[in-house]
């Protein structure tokens, strides 16, 4: 494996614990909207949301638009459930173990590091900043500024060519095994699949199960690299 000049993550489902911010943030929600939603069942409220966010593919107006339907509530607007969720969702937002740990570690071994995410610009940077981890950071790209989303190439070769990288010494780390590991494969980057058990496989150089194993693939890397 060449030197590792960067690594690049995908923020959802890779550092960010997103099903786990989910659960907090859909509790509290209903929480807040008590007074409306009291004659639902709480957990019922919590699985139908989950279910039709589909892993957050589909954006909350269409999601809120069904809940309120589904659910017959005519006294609450999906547009007051959507701007609580842009607004509180940061507050609910959990990173996954050693997150803090490992940015650190990756800085302390000079690697640059990038972070690359599809999404609302706003919402995606309120989450970064939730986690505390904006500061670790040589360049943030999120698809909705930027005008395209992975797995166009353009995003992860814009990512790149801001930290003025080889794609070769580069890794991209993360959990969607098409839009993170083969587009990152694709422009010869090296492709870490963070599993998710979503997921049955995916086509990465290396896989993960946890970010802290990221570590030792870069040290066992570069231990190769020297002696070459």
């Known amino acids: 494996m060449p030197k590792i000049e960067a690594v690049f993550f995908d923020l959802d489902g890779t550092l960010l614990d997103r099903n786990a911010s989910v659960v907090k943030f859909i509790e509290d929600q209903y929480d807040r909207f008590w007074s409306e939603l009291s004659l639902i069942d709480k957990q019922r409220y919590k699985s139908r949301f989950i279910e039709l966010d589909a892993r957050g593919y589909v954006w909350k107006d269409k999601v809120y638009s069904q809940l309120l339907k589904e659910f017959s509530i005519t006294d609450l607007k999906w547009e007051d459930l959507l701007e609580d969720y842009m607004t509180n969702f940061k507050h609910s937002c959990i990173g996954f173990p050693h997150l803090h740990e490992v940015l650190?570690?990756?800085?302390?071994?000079?690697?640059?590091?990038?972070?690359?995410?599809?999404?609302?610009?706003?919402?995606?940077?309120?989450?970064?900043?939730?986690?505390?981890?904006?500061?670790?950071?040589?360049?943030?790209?999120?698809?909705?500024?930027?005008?395209?989303?992975?797995?166009?190439?353009?995003?992860?070769?814009?990512?790149?060519?801001?930290?003025?990288?080889?794609?070769?010494?580069?890794?991209?780390?993360?959990?969607?095994?098409?839009?993170?590991?083969?587009?990152?494969?694709?422009?010869?980057?090296?492709?870490?699949?963070?599993?998710?058990?979503?997921?049955?496989?995916?086509a990465a150089d290396f896989i993960i199960e946890d970010l802290k194993s990221l570590l030792s693939i870069i040290l066992e890397g570069a231990v190769f690299h020297e002696r070459l």
């Open 104 to 202: 650190g570690n990756l800085q302390q071994m000079g690697v640059k590091l990038g972070l690359v995410s599809n999404g609302k610009t706003r919402f995606q940077m309120d989450n970064v900043k939730a986690l505390g981890i904006e500061g670790f950071f040589d360049s943030i790209l999120i698809s909705e500024a930027v005008g395209y989303s992975k797995p166009d190439p353009r995003i992860l070769q814009r990512a790149r060519d801001e930290l003025g990288v080889l794609a070769a010494h580069s890794i991209f780390v993360g959990d969607h095994p098409e839009n993170d590991v083969v587009a990152a494969r694709n422009i010869g980057m090296i492709g870490i699949w963070k599993r998710d058990d979503y997921w049955e496989e995916a």
